[in-house]
Antibody, heavy 123, light 107 residues
Framework: QVQLQQSGPGLVKPSQTLSLTCAIS??????????WEWIRQSPSRGLEWLGR?????????DYAISVERRITISPDTSKNHFSLQLNSVTPEDTAVYFC?????????????WGQGTLVTVSS | DIQMTQSPSSLSAPIGDRVTLTCRAS??????LNWYQQKPGKAPKILIY???NLQSGVPSRFSGSGSGTDFTLTISSLQPEDFATYYC?????????FGGGTKVEIK
């Protein structure tokens, strides 16, 4: 079955870059039917979709407007993983970050999810 | 953005009770509505997709209904393992958005 394994630091200093990776097993980042998502959760913002990447004859990337000037999501086909970078972080970016698999049709949902990474933005 | 509003934000009920959770979308989303269950320290888990389709392995005491802007998740007989927070999520358009959650607690 598909499994997602997240990795990355749990503490980031203000103004620096948050970087997380999500390793995929049991599926391919280049799948034509899957999307690869980043979602975060905090008490103040709840569950917040950040963006996704997917391949459908070519690579597509969608970002939430709230973070689009600071975010990069990128696939790595050689390692079968995808990554999140969030620049210029502030304490408001403190959250549990999840990766998840979605689908390329509007009927799709998020499943499975990674285990979550608590990222704290603090000096 | 489509806003998803869940009510109540929390509820307390005894084992065996029938509970109904509500999710309202700020505009019509057809049948593109999913429900997740989240337990403390864990990632959300898909329960129901497309309003009323149970994910494999989900007990039949869970059911979903609705269309357009108003949706419900019903647990027909609350069990100890059902105490969790439940989230709705629309897949109709990006940005994909979630409701604020309903926390179901033991009475």
């Amino acid at each position: 079955q598909v499994q997602l394994q997240q990795s990355g630091p749990g503490l980031v200093k203000p103004s620096q870059t948050l970087s997380l990776t999500c390793a995929i097993s049991g599926d391919s980042v280049s799948s034509n039917s899957a999307t690869w998502e980043w979602i975060r959760q905090s008490p103040s913002r709840g569950l917040e979709w950040l963006g996704r990447t997917y391949y459908k004859s070519k690579w597509y990337i969608d970002y939430a407007i709230s973070v689009e000037r600071r975010i990069t999501i990128s696939p790595d086909t050689s390692k079968n993983h995808f990554s999140l970078q969030l620049n210029s972080v502030t304490p408001e970016d403190t959250a549990v970050y999840f990766c998840a698999r979605g689908g390329t049709t509007v009927e799709d949902w998020f499943d499975p999810w990674g285990q979550g990474t608590l990222v704290t933005v603090s000096s | 953005d489509i806003q998803m509003t869940q009510s109540p934000s929390s509820l307390s009920a005894p084992i065996g009770d029938r509970v109904t959770l509500t999710c309202r979308a700020s505009q019509s989303i057809g049948s593109y509505l999913n429900w997740y269950q989240q337990k403390p320290g864990k990632a959300p888990k898909i329960l129901i997709y497309g309003v009323s389709n149970l994910q494999s392995g989900v007990p039949s005491r869970f059911s979903g209904s609705g269309s357009g802007t108003d949706f419900t998740l019903t647990i027909s007989s609350l069990q100890p393992e059902d105490f969790a927070t439940y989230y709705c999520q629309q897949s109709y358009s990006t940005p994909l958005t979630f409701g604020g959650g309903t926390k179901v607690e033991i009475k």
